[in-house]
């Protein structure tokens, strides 16, 4: 699946078709999303199929931070109005219904998508239409869209500091790499690899299983038979529910074979189950337990209004963020206009439950602060390194030698 990924347009202008028209009115003056004492916003996730386990959840935190805006007064004087959709796990129907967001809801901004593959799905539709995708997973980098803004962490901000800590901490010489088959885990296996191959790693295997896949005995025998250090993992949705019980399974656990995982989270934990988990790495930029008086406020309102077993995680908090950053930047253009959101976004600051992000005016992703996890016995996470500060967002990796030729 990754063929063809080079190819693919990582620009810092538009790359969606010259075809407009479907495009949005934006450049005829109209204020997309008011109607009345209303502003329309779309909410797009998969609400079903196997990325559902993770996506569900994003969508209520956006809900709740459209909850907290309106109680607040709203946005220009005017109630947010959330048009939900669901992308149902399927990368053709996520570009089908942010069309309809965009054409026919007439949507001020949305807000959705998990899935690197969800995402490039959209991101010809947002930037024909000339419309803002607020995105909130950390993902591969190479990509800088005019029209998506990215609240989820890029490479430099979550891949280079959990191999920087494999290396460091636990002196791991020998990684093995495994991931769902989609242009997430296969691109960002390739930066890993040419991470490893300048730091002295040796990757000693490298497996890949189609989402939604529930069988690993295979993978996890190869696994076995190739005796790493240490295994990177990039499995997304409910497969991780398959990988990490059979991992168990088989007699492995965090002491005999530590993971580091970039896709599973407090909320994955839930359905995997703390018993086939704990003790286990993780590398996110925000975690249920950090502290600070934002993020205790933020945990207890979302379990609130979710239920006291409910937990936030990273991409959960990222898209709460997103809602928060779209509001503040319409507020200070005195517009929902794209153009005009996008000028008022360079340099915005906002006091996240993670720490105070700021938008990169340069390419739309966020500052943010490292943080590499470890998974305890109550199915929370200990933050074991944090980064001095939040990083600049670095999604081509020009500053990295290594990545030269990616």
């Known amino acids: 699946m990754a063929a063809g990924l080079a190819a693919m347009a990582f620009t810092a202008a538009g790359c969606g078709s010259s075809d407009d028209s479907s495009s949005s009115s934006t450049s005829s003056g109209a204020e997309p999303g008011v109607s009345g004492d209303q502003i329309k916003v779309g909410i797009l996730h998969s ?19 459209i909850e907290e805006i309106n109680e607040a007064g709203g946005v220009l004087g005017k109630q947010l109005k959330p048009v939900v ?12 219904k942010a069309q309809k967001l965009i054409s026919t809801d007439k949507v001020a901004a949305t807000f959705g998508g ?7 799905a959209m991101l010809p539709v947002f ?16 990509e800088a869209s005019p029209y998506i803004f990215y609240t989820g962490a890029t490479t430099n901000q979550q891949i280079v500091p959990g191999l920087e800590f494999l290396k460091k901490e636990l002196k791991v010489k020998t990684l093995f790499l495994v991931g769902s088959d989609y242009v997430f885990p296969r691109t960002a296996n390739k930066e890993i690899k040419a991470w490893a191959k300048a730091n002295g790693m040796t990757i000693v295997g490298e497996e890949y299983a189609p989402l939604g896949n529930t069988e690993y005995a295979t993978t996890i ?27 168990k399974d088989s007699g492995l656990d965090a002491k005999k074979l530590p993971v580091i995982s970039v896709s599973t989270a407090e909320d994955e934990v839930r359905g995997v189950g703390i018993d086939n988990i704990v003790g286990q790495y993780v590398a996110w930029n925000y975690y249920q337990t950090t502290p600070g008086a934002k ?12 239920g006291a077993d409910r937990v936030t995680d990273d991409p ?3 898209g709460y963020v997103g809602v928060h950053l779209w509001a503040m930047a319409a507020e200070k253009a005195g517009s929902t206009n794209p153009e005009k959101v996008k000028a008022a976004s360079k340099g915005l600051v906002f006091e996240a439950p993670e720490g105070k992000v700021t938008i990169d ?11 590499i996890g470890k998974l305890r016995p109550d199915g929370l996470i200990d933050t074991v390194y944090e980064s001095d500060g939040p990083i600049k967002p670095d999604p081509f990796l020009k500053s990295y030698p290594w990545a030269e030729g990616l």
Do not use: C
Not at 229 to 242: E, H, K, L, R, Y
């Open 361 to 371: 005016g340069d390419n739309q992703h966020i500052y943010k602060t490292a943080r």
């Open 47 to 65: 609400l079903s199929g196997t990325m559902a386990i993770s996506e569900v959840s994003v969508r209520d935190a956006e809900l709740l931070a």
């Open 295 to 306: 993020n205790a406020a933020f945990v207890k309102a979302y379990k609130a209004k979710y």
């Open 221 to 247: 025998n190869k696994i076995k038979k190739a005796g790493p250090d240490a295994v990177f993992q990039t499995i997304n949705g409910d497969s991780n529910v398959a990988f990490w019980k059979q991992f």
């Open 85 to 96: 959709e669901d992308g149902a796990s399927d990368w053709p129907t996520f570009a089908e």
């Open 114 to 120: 998990w899935t690197s593959a969800s995402r490039k």
């Open 316 to 318: 959960i908090e990222a």
């Open 127 to 142: 930037e024909r239409n000339k419309s803002l995708l607020y995105y909130p997973v950390q993902y591969e980098g190479l």
